[in-house]
């Protein structure tokens, strides 16, 4: 794993009176631990893959408690093991990254939220929406809207969130609904601190187990029972869920001497808004603002007395709702047209209706509002004059640097064993031409950007192949080329790509990038994973169960024989389906195992060998087409010391980890010979350093001859 | 005034240790009894890209506040950001591009060296962006600017980045949090303590003094030669020095006679365009000392080599080192060195049935060894024969052509004459690189520089520099058959009216 909680998993140990400050994924466990959870599941990805790794490694402390742990293989597994808390008083939570991760539990969750709980089932995502995102942007409200269950959007203060993860529980058991809770990129990263209550182990659990299965006809999703889910979830769930939610008051009110106005705002929101408040003039630095203020930290379902008991005698409310479609914005006005109601709502008007509520937006978004609502006593002068200093910050920063700076997304790490493939492909391009790749997800998917653009289609994590099989036709004979992470391969490619291509007689290239991990959301062990030490699978052995006959592994950093094996890949006349595995552990998780070793071995004293490569300057023209195939970071340029070349050089810094695609790259296209490769010997013994000498002195003399 | 969190901002790239230094940060504050928030956006920015951690210190103590609570923002919002720390120039910009740095509030700390974007690397020529217009912004919106070179200056090169750049905000006193808690924060960190520590001072002292003008990597790194030789008195001043540098050079590269070629040719262009002598210099040199197997032996095996690998491998004195290289020579090459007459006949025999590209020797070469370096060594002995080789005459035809076309240009059209000596840039690399790159050249002299020639004029010169532009543009040449191609019907257009 990229990041261990080794250490920190002793902060879940706190007891009553104790503090905690740690980030915010630790506090959201803990909350989990203090509620009585008794069984937790979930699929990795940014930003809760820290959650996944802080349970894996605080195995010790759920075994005492009796809490069952499952990585599963992916969110629909996850979510199905909530189906524990359709039949018992279980407390269960799952968790994944959204909205990917709901979409793909989401068969899963309409038939657990159709049957219903006994037992809490909190689903908690990571909202990956906005900056640092690496999801198509869309909110997961419509997946609560759709199947009746709560959402809930806490204001990301961290005693307040994990006071409220226990009373999800209490809500989900009191409405035998499932909650998901949504946590934005910085409310997972938030760095906090709050007062511990001690854990509580779970009434069932291994120690304590159950002796007899609970049969309910009703729980069971088949008419006519799903009809009387149906009904039950709007007679019943419905309003006992409305009932708690006001009577524990999980939304809150901050009065405001301003009351002619109000603003309404999701939880998750709510410390950009007292920032933009307090900057304005309207809030002080310690949460109190001076307009009225409706914190939602459930956004689904709304309490219609709430809503309208704060807007009543209000002229105008501001709705601060991020994404879109603006779903609460919509309720509100609803609600409060059947209430008969005027007050004006004012949210999209005044705020994007696409995009991150980042401090400039929300601060913009409520300036607009003050300036059109006038509110008694505002002073607007100040408000004008904050908002206008912003954009000349902006204005003077731009005409001053005139150009806009580059920008800079996350790309292949140093020495990637993933980089050397799309190497191969772009030799590959250059003699079959451009070739159609349906792209997958994971870190490969940055084979989409500079210097590769490599790729045509992303539909999904472990569609690579699924979505080649619409497209391939329509190319004839020439093949398309779909890839698959390891990660992807067993999420569902398995099944959904090299099954269906089976089934359907297929004809064409799969490449499979097996990197040991799901390198792209932290390293997390998968069932192929060399370093896993639970029960591992082979996705060889898998294909060729499946009846796969056209299987070629190769080694990444081998961009001749990729080259050539891809090239037969294409262009075989064999029909059907070709996968070729490329194999190269994750850098990442390498050099962390690499590195102290290392260290070791030199502080020991003992000869070890370091690899790296280098340009040699005076070769290199400065045309950097080793870079174009390339992209490493550690391969860079530099200024020439040459007086006659202008151009920049190419140049490998000392980053570089000797992985050796340099060397491949300049061979497989025939590149250039500016390249080398350079052993150093530390701690050389007394041979390495006699035939050294013997070398230099042969070498020596040969340039003497020469000069 | 009510009192309001102190906020900082630290922009980094992945992997360069933002979070470390954000948890320091919050580690000093904590012990510091402030009540202190921070968050980041990792993701999958940590991948290499551009990533930013977000820090709120409140001034006041817990013990102080008594159970109030101060709140904590998650992002920053411009205009009101105390502190910008940055690891790279690219990244100040980006900070002072989203109006994070304010002349009346933000202290900005920033290394100013470059890691350049995957853009600005891979571009044919030279993708790099300006240095200077990032810096005037920063000295000019910050409030103060402590700017430093972490990779030039040698009193921060070789500390750890983060451990200096903790040292400047404690130097700085924004933060009300005295030294000792930030030196304990790496102590208990417990990771490479001593070396952290050293550049937690030395960024302490940088603070107190910062360097007066942080330069940034120059874009060219040893400026123009110095050395001039009486050979070259005859040249206007401005091209003696570059080319006593190509006497020099080409005088190692083949003989004395083809240095007295490179000058007679250069005194030629000086008689009818002196202002163009500097370019035609460097270019000229450049292209007569191209790059075939024999120039790259001679390189290789150059005394002055192994010392320059040794330093950049960071090899102590002794550490042996073997140095291995890759050579792939091919059809193309071993023609390029043969006598013309065979040469010719080789590539065409080559040009049959791809086989180019398919029959190529790899090797890899150490030249380290004695056998290795022998081989080597004996290709750079073979220079004598290159005068009769076919690439020499082919590059000594194109040369004549191009000299000729500079000299027909200049006495009509000094700017087109320009533009044609800019169209050598085009000539580079190895393989197949170079194949294109001739072909560029090729057809740019076919359709742009001969019809100018014929009829110059300004829109004329505009037009060949526009095809050498996109011709640098990517190495497939789509942006110059567009260019062309839009050329090519503006042409006719012109004609048929």
């Known amino acids: ?707 | 005034m009510a009192t309001r969190p102190l906020s900082v901002l630290i922009g980094a790239l992945g992997g360069e240790g933002g979070g470390v230094l954000t948890d320091w940060l919050v580690a000093a504050a904590s012990a510091a009894d402030l009540p202190v928030q921070s968050t980041s956006i990792p993701g999958v920015a940590q991948r290499t890209g551009a990533t930013t951690y977000y820090v709120e210190i409140h001034p006041e103590t817990n013990a102080a506040l008594a159970g109030k609570r101060p709140l904590m923002a998650l992002y920053p919002c411009p205009g009101d950001v105390d502190m910008v720390v940055v690891t790279e120039l690219v990244e100040a910009g980006r900070a002072l591009e989203n109006g994070y740095v304010s002349p009346d509030k933000t202290t900005l700390i920033a290394a100013t060296h470059r890691v350049y974007a995957v853009v600005e690397k891979a571009a044919m020529g030279d993708g790099r962006i300006k240095s200077e217009p990032i810096l005037t912004a920063a000295r000019a919106l910050a409030k103060r600017a402590i700017l430093f070179d972490a990779s030039h200056d040698k009193s921060f090169r070789g500390q750890p980045l983060n451990a200096v750049l903790l040292g400047a905000i404690a130097g700085s006193g924004v933060l009300p949090i005295p030294h000792a808690l930030f030196e304990e924060a790496i102590r208990v960190s417990g990771i490479a303590v001593e070396a952290n520590l050293r550049g937690f001072a030395a960024g302490v002292e940088l603070a107190k003094n910062p360097p007066p003008e942080a330069a940034t990597e120059p874009p060219h790194a040893s400026g123009a030669p110095t050395v001039t030789t009486e050979a070259v008195a005859g040249l206007p001043a401005a091209a003696r020095p570059i080319a006593a540098e190509g006497v020099r050079r080409l005088a190692e590269y083949q003989s004395e006679t083809y240095a007295r070629l490179y000058l007679d040719r250069l005194a030629r262009i000086a008689e009818v365009a002196p202002v163009l002598a500097p370019e035609v210099a460097r270019q000229l040199a450049l292209w007569m000392a191209y790059e075939d197997v024999i120039r790259v032996a001679q390189l290789k095996t150059a005394r002055a080599r192994i010392e320059t690998v040794r330093a950049e491998v960071r090899a102590r004195p002794a550490e042996p080192v073997h140095v291995t290289e890759f050579l792939k020579p091919g059809i193309e090459e071993i023609a390029a060195i043969l006598p013309r007459g065979l040469g010719a006949a080789l590539l065409r025999w080559g040009e049959r049935k791809n086989r180019l590209d398919r029959l190529r020797m790899p090797m890899e070469l150490r030249t380290t060894t004695i056998w290795g370096f022998s081989r080597l060594w004996l290709l750079a002995r073979m220079r004598g024969l290159r005068p009769r080789s076919l690439r020499y005459a082919m590059e000594q035809a194109t040369i004549e052509r191009w000299l000729e076309a500079i000299e027909r240009a200049a006495a009509r059209d000094e700017g087109l004459a320009r533009e044609i000596v800019a169209t050598a840039r085009l000539l580079k690399g190895y393989g197949d690189t170079h194949r294109r790159g001739r072909a560029n050249f090729e057809r740019l002299f076919a359709e742009a520089i001969e019809p100018a020639i014929a009829a110059p004029g300004p829109e004329a010169t505009a037009r060949v520099k526009r095809a050498r532009e996109a011709a640098l543009q990517d190495p497939e040449g789509r942006a110059l058959d567009a260019a062309l191609a839009a050329e090519g019907s503006r042409i006719t257009k012109a004609a048929a009216e």
């Not at chain 1, 910050?393 to 806009?404: C, I, N, V």
Request: with cysteine; aromatic share 6%.
């Open chain 1, 1 to 707: 794993m990229e990041r261990s909680f080794a250490k920190e998993v002793e902060l879940l140990r706190r007891g009553d009176g104790e503090v905690f400050e740690g980030e915010g994924i630790l506090a959201i466990t803990k909350g989990l631990l203090q509620a009585g959870v008794s069984y937790v599941g979930g699929y990795q990805g940014a930003p809760v893959s820290h959650l996944i790794d802080v349970l894996n490694d605080a195995k010790g402390l759920l075994d005492e408690l009796g809490v069952h742990f499952e990585p599963a293989p992916n969110e629909a597994a996850a979510a199905a093991m909530l189906a524990a808390s359709i039949n018992y008083p279980l407390r269960g939570a799952a968790v994944w990254k959204s909205v990917v991760g709901t979409n793909v539990a989401s068969d899963a969750l309409s038939n657990l939220a159709s049957a219903g709980v006994k037992g809490g089932a909190l689903i908690i995502v990571g909202e990956d929406y906005g900056e640092g995102a690496s999801i198509i942007q869309e909110r997961t409200h419509a997946f609560a809207m759709k199947s009746s269950m709560w959402l809930m959007d806490p204001r990301p203060d961290q005693a307040r969130v994990v006071e409220l993860i226990e009373r999800a529980f209490e809500l989900s058991e009191a409405s035998n609904t499932p909650v998901i809770m949504e946590f934005r990129i910085r409310a997972c990263h938030v760095h906090g601190r709050f007062a511990t209550k001690s854990n509580k182990a779970p009434a069932i659990s291994p120690r304590n187990p159950l002796t007899k299965p609970d049969f309910d006809y009703n729980r069971i999703c088949l008419p006519p029972a799903t009809y009387l889910q149906e009904k039950h979830k709007v007679q019943h769930r419905f309003p006992a869920a409305l009932d708690f939610i006001r009577s524990q008051k999980l939304n809150e009110v901050f009065a405001g001497v301003h009351d002619e106005v109000g603003i309404i705002v999701q939880g998750g929101i709510f410390n950009t808004l007292l920032r933009a408040l307090e900057q304005l003039g309207l809030a002080d630095s310690f949460g109190n603002p001076s307009i009225p203020i409706l914190c939602l930290n459930v956004t689904y379902p709304l309490v219609p007395e709430e809503v309208t008991g704060f807007c009543a005698g209000k002229r105008a409310v501001l709705m601060v709702e991020e994404g879109n479609p603006d779903y609460l914005e919509e309720a509100v006005n609803a609600l409060l047209r059947k209430a008969d109601l005027n007050t004006t709502i004012i949210g999209k008007k005044v705020l994007p209706m696409a995009g991150e509520y980042t401090a400039d937006v929300v601060l913009e978004g409520v300036a607009k509002f003050v300036e059109g609502a006038v509110p008694k006593g505002v002073e607007l002068a100040r408000v004008g004059r904050t908002i206008a200093r912003v954009a000349d910050l902006k204005r003077q920063a731009k005409e001053t640097m005139g150009a806009p700076v580059p920008k800079r997304p996350p790309g292949f790490c140093v020495g990637c064993p993933e980089r050397p493939i799309f190497s191969a492909i772009k030799l590959l391009e250059r003699e079959v031409g451009p070739i159609h790749i349906a792209a997958d997800i994971g870190c490969h998917t940055f084979s989409t950007l500079p210097p590769f653009n490599l790729g045509n289609s992303v539909l999904g994590y472990g569609l690579g192949l699924a979505s080649a099989t619409g497209v391939a036709p329509a190319f004839g004979e020439k093949r398309v080329m779909s890839i698959m992470g390891d990660g992807g391969f067993w999420h569902n490619g398995l099944t959904s790509g090299v099954m269906g291509a089976l089934f359907n007689g297929y004809d064409g290239v799969l490449l499979v990038v097996n990197n040991g991990y799901t390198s792209a959301t932290g390293q997390q062990l998968i069932p192929s994973s060399a370093a896993s030490p639970r029960h591992k699978l082979s996705i060889e052995k898998a294909l060729t169960a499946l009846g796969v006959s056209w299987i070629k592994t190769v080694r990444s950093y081998s961009v001749g024989t990729m080259l050539a094996t891809l090239r037969r890949a294409m262009t075989s006349p064999e029909k059907g389906l070709k996968v070729v595995i490329a194999e190269g552990e994750c850098q990442l998780a390498r050099q962390r195992r690499f590195r102290p070793w290392f260290r070791a071995q030199l502080e020991a004293g003992k000869r070890t060998v370091r690899t790296r490569f280098g340009v040699d300057e005076s070769v290199c023209t400065g045309d950097h087409s080793c870079i174009r195939l390339s992209g490493c970071p550690s391969l860079t340029v530099k200024p020439a010391s040459d007086p006659l070349k202008i151009d920049p050089v190419a140049h490998v810094n000392n980053d570089c980890v000797g992985c050796g695609l340099c060397g491949e790259v300049a061979e497989a296209a025939a590149l250039c010979p500016s390249f080398y490769r350079a052993e150093v010997v530390h701690n050389p013994g007394f041979w390495d350093r006699l035939v050294w000498r013997l070398r230099e002195a042969a070498i020596g003399a040969l340039q003497r001859l020469a000069a």
